[in-house]
């Protein structure tokens, strides 16, 4: 089951598409780092029942989906790949930096976006729209979604102004 990655907002947000990652998801092209897109299929209803406001979007990752909006630390990912081969270090190395780029595209996003007024972000599994967020962030800056590791976790809410 994939995560869904919700913008909410009082406005409609621009849709934009990234361009394209280097890495694919095994047997499909390469999908763009990020994109996002206005949302109005069944779950929005119970979206807007947790994050408010009456825009929706749908966010995606390189993988097309939430998953792809983490990665771990440097220290997690060497250590984890201690004594693999060269190639499979390769590998996962591009697909570290696909989801860094992807996180990384979110956050520049939001900066962009947050000048004209809050977001809230709501992360969901497929499905589960609609549960209470097991985490509620209180106003954290665009500067919160990154850093040298960061994933997000199921049923959560941030409220992202452009101040704290």
Do not use: N
Request: charged share 25%.
């Amino acid at each position: 089951m994939c995560k869904v990655v919700y913008f909410v907002a009082d406005r409609r947000l621009p849709d934009v598409v990234s361009p394209k990652s280097r890495v694919g998801v095994q047997g499909m092209d390469p999908l763009p780092t990020f994109s996002v897109r206005a949302f109005d299929g069944p779950e929005r209803e119970r979206v807007c029942a947790i994050a408010g406001g009456g825009y929706v979007h749908i966010a995606s990752s390189w993988q097309g989906c939430g998953c792809g909006f983490g990665y771990e630390s440097s220290h997690e990912f060497d250590a984890s790949l201690e004594g693999a081969p060269a190639d499979v270090r390769a590998t996962a190395a591009e697909a570290r930096e696909a989801r860094k780029a992807s996180v990384a595209s979110l956050a520049d996003y939001l900066e962009q976006v947050v000048c004209d007024g809050p977001v809230t972000v709501y992360v969901a599994y497929a499905g589960g729209e609609g549960r209470r967020p097991l985490v509620r962030e209180q106003q954290v800056l665009p500067s919160h979604f990154g850093g040298d590791s960061f994933w997000f976790q199921e049923d959560e809410l941030y409220d992202v102004t452009g101040t704290t």
